[in-house]
């Protein structure tokens, strides 16, 4: 008989270190060349807040410091003794869309003044605040445009000014395109959700997956995917591993179905907590309180199917009956259904 035909299920351990940083692109082509499913991957970051994250990372409370040009710095330093530079600031100017738009400001300071007896004041001197560029984002068409300002009164180069609106665009893409440990770690979560995993340890990443047909080639897929990750990531490296719990170890059967017990039986218990935190609304209550109530009904019982999804995945693979799960299961669908 064929292993699958004899498989009892399968126990998977799975790791993401927080140094894995990858791009979605890159994500995306790792996922079509392992097989695993694309509607696990993490969905782009929202255009507009990349757009006005890029202003924060890269220019900060106070500012990106940057050199003034040359002829302004020879100025500067025979009028008041030091070196001078400005830091470039934004200012929001639209956060409506579809049209969002910064000002880049450049703040002009002269570290501190020196006086003419020669004894340091010690204050840091603000001379000018100029507009020096408009950056604009069209959420709709997510076009960006940028616009300079050529003010005899600023200190610096068209040079420099660009330098610093090619950082803030270049960080905007990064941030849209970027898949942090976390957001990679949800999307392999959600998989083993839609596989009726059952958690071994509780906040562990070790669980229990009822088998079925075409299982240990899904799961296969997600190792290799898992492990693929590698390549991005810094330090320690990402582990997946995936057995097959055999119908002769009564041991790990008996181990699985206490597992699978406790989960559902804390899930099941959980949803009974949400229930009697829910009181219907006053016959004189508005819509509003109504549509809230049937929304947050609506909820439980989409999670009562999923752990029902998942008793009889259990049930069929470890060719138990799990009686003892029943009765939690039925006093918390009558409670649910009786909201």
Same mark, same amino acid.
């Given at each position: 008989?064929?292993? /699958? ?20 692109? $890159? ?5 079509? $060349? ?29 500012? #990106?410091?940057?050199?003034?040009? #040359? ?56 001379? +000018? ?14 076009? @960006? ?5 050529? /003010? ?24 849209? /395109? ?10 392999? @979560? ?5 596989? +009726? @995993? ?63 017990? +406790? ?14 935190? #829910? ?61």
């Amino acid at each position: 008989m064929p292993l /699958d035909k004899l498989n009892k299920g399968y126990l998977v351990q799975v790791s993401i270190p927080d140094s894995c940083t990858i791009d979605l692109p $890159n994500l995306t082509q790792l996922a079509q $060349n392992t097989g695993f499913p694309p509607e696990f991957l993490p969905r782009p970051k929202s255009p507009k807040n990349a757009f006005e994250l890029a202003f924060n990372i890269v220019l900060g409370k106070k500012g #990106m410091t940057v050199t003034p040009r #040359m002829d302004v710095r020879k100025q500067k330093v025979a009028e008041f003794g030091v070196e001078p530079f400005a830091r470039v600031q934004h200012q929001v100017s639209s956060a409506a869309a579809p049209i969002l738009r910064r000002t880049l400001v450049e703040v002009q300071i002269v570290p501190f003044a020196s006086r003419d007896d020669g004894q340091d004041t010690s204050k840091t001197k603000y001379l +000018n605040l100029v507009k020096v560029a408009a950056l604009e984002f069209d959420t709709e068409t997510e076009q @960006r445009t940028a616009t300079y300002f050529a /003010d005899p009164k600023s200190w610096l180069d068209k040079g420099t000014v660009q330098m610093v609106v090619d950082e803030i665009k270049r960080k905007q893409l990064q941030i849209q /395109d970027a898949c942090v440990a976390s957001d990679i770690r949800t999307g392999v @979560r959600d998989f083993l959700i839609s596989k +009726n @995993r059952i958690q071994l340890v509780h906040g562990g990443a070790s669980y229990y997956i009822p088998d079925k047909a075409g299982m240990e080639q899904e799961l296969e897929n997600m190792r290799e995917y898992v492990r693929g990750l590698g390549r991005f990531c810094g330090g320690d490296k990402p582990v997946a591993f995936v057995f097959q719990v055999a119908p002769w170890d009564s041991q790990a059967i008996e181990d699985v179905k206490q597992a699978s017990i +406790n989960d559902l039986s804390d899930r099941l218990l959980q949803l009974k907590r949400e229930v009697r935190g #829910m009181k219907p609304p006053a016959p004189d209550a508005d819509k509003k309180e109504f549509k809230q109530y049937d929304k947050a009904k609506s909820r439980l019982l989409g999670q009562l199917l999923e752990v029902n999804q998942a008793i009889e995945a259990v049930k069929t693979s470890l060719s138990d009956g799990l009686e003892v799960i029943d009765y939690i299961y039925d006093s918390c669908k009558s409670a649910i259904t009786n909201l």
